[in-house]
């Protein structure tokens, strides 16, 4: 079916709530995609960085179809092959960076997306400070419940992970949101201390994103992260670390941001590039906080499906034996390397390869004119302001599709 053709159905009967690009994509391999007359696309994008072994990589491709043949479904009342694995797999990198002495176990609730998870992050916090409350003699109604985010945020669309998005202009629309957040400035040590010294009684987590990305790829100070984690510890509240974006080696070296940062949080969100474009999302926790949720008190009908699962024991096995790790350090590097010589951007930063650019001043062309002109020059780019591009390209990205950026922009942004 021709692009043309989408364009019409989607105009009849698919709800308006995306300002989609013309571009029908039907099909991928790695890092190109390509659309329904068989144009190729460099995808800089990837799927908004959840396709991290990019396009169609054999292992997922062969892990889903096998399970397909075998069993899709079958609901969170039974065990099924391979979800203990996946867990112990999740919990062994997120203790990469802890001495081997002092490694405990984490454990995961299985969900469909970042918001999900993030959901159930903010449940469990709230939960976890309710029962020791409770255990230590306190009501249940006076139990800490304040949960600080960080201005510029996001933590999703559901009404809770969007009130936890310290960002009005995607608030205002839904009002009334669910109440018990409170926000303060990235990486101001001091407007956080006067915010627990006012409020700390009634925090009962800080919930944050290691680089902030849906605002333009923004990383928390290491200053920053350990003063949350040093005020959370002495307030007896969690640290959670919103990982959906940020995490699967997004960043290079280390499984996820905050080992970069010598801190390690009470709850993890992760996504997106667990299963490198399956749909899953996954809230992992310290054995200790895990354990408030008793069951009943949250669930999923298709949180860890066999499909789901069998995608990320595929995933985050090749991962490792590809040498995943080392290529985005190295690539990532050279990315910003490379966009740094461009005097059309200026302020080049991020980690591994998470980054993003701001347009230099002169240029006339803005964020979204690049974008939609870059796919005319065989691009698939992002942009998260009007003078911001942001770049998550599948982890097997090369020097030689950078360098094919490179050139690219250096002919057409003006």
């Not at 307030?235 to 499984?255: F, K, L």
Request: proline share 5%.
């Amino acid at each position: 079916m021709s692009l043309e053709q989408q364009q019409q159905l989607e105009e009849t009967y698919v709800i308006h709530n995306y300002a989609r690009k013309p571009l029908d994509l039907t099909s991928g391999k790695g890092m190109v995609a390509y659309d329904d007359k068989g144009a190729e696309y460099l995808d800089f994008i990837g799927g908004i960085g959840a396709c991290s072994l990019g396009h169609c990589h054999p292992a997922v491709v062969d892990a889903i179809k096998q399970q397909a043949e075998t069993l899709i479904h079958v609901s969170n009342y039974y065990y099924i092959e391979g979800r203990g694995q996946a867990a112990q797999k999740v919990s062994d990198l997120l203790n990469t960076c802890v001495p081997e002495d002092q490694r405990t176990p984490w454990q995961s609730f299985f969900a469909n997306s970042g918001a999900e998870a993030n959901e159930c992050a903010i449940k469990l916090a709230r939960l976890y400070a309710r029962r020791k409350h409770v255990a230590a003699g306190g009501s249940p109604e006076t139990a800490p419940r304040t949960v600080v985010v960080l201005n510029k945020s996001f933590h999703g669309r559901t009404l809770a992970t969007l009130a936890a998005t310290a960002q009005k202009v995607k608030q205002e629309l839904f009002q009334p949101l669910p109440d018990g957040f409170v926000h303060t400035e990235i990486n101001d040590v001091e407007a956080l201390q006067a915010l627990f010294d006012q409020q700390g009684k009634n925090i009962c987590a800080v919930m944050l994103e290691v680089v902030q990305g849906e605002s333009g790829v923004h990383p928390c100070s290491q200053e920053f992260l350990q003063a949350v984690r040093s005020l959370t510890q002495e307030y007896g509240a969690t640290m959670i670390c919103d990982e959906v974006q940020c995490g699967i080696y997004r960043c290079g070296t280390y499984p996820f941001a905050f080992q970069h940062f010598g801190v390690t949080p009470d709850i993890v969100s992760i996504a997106k590039g667990i299963a490198s474009g399956f749909p899953c999302g996954m809230c992992a926790a310290r054995a200790e906080v895990a354990a408030a949720f008793e069951p009943g008190d949250h669930g999923s009908t298709f949180g860890g499906s066999n499909l789901a699962i069998a995608a990320i024991n595929a995933t985050l096995d090749t991962l490792q034996a590809e040498g995943i790790p080392q290529n985005v350090t190295e690539v990532g590097a050279y990315l910003r390397e490379q966009l740094a010589t461009l005097p059309q951007f200026t302020n080049v930063r991020g980690l591994g390869l998470m980054v993003a650019v701001d347009l230099a001043e002169g240029v006339e062309m803005s964020a979204p004119d690049i974008v939609a002109e870059g796919l005319n020059q065989g691009l698939v780019l992002n942009y998260t302001g009007p003078a911001t591009l942001r770049f998550l390209p599948p982890l097997v990205c090369t020097t030689a599709h950078v360098d094919a950026l490179v050139e690219k922009f250096a002919n057409f942004v003006k």
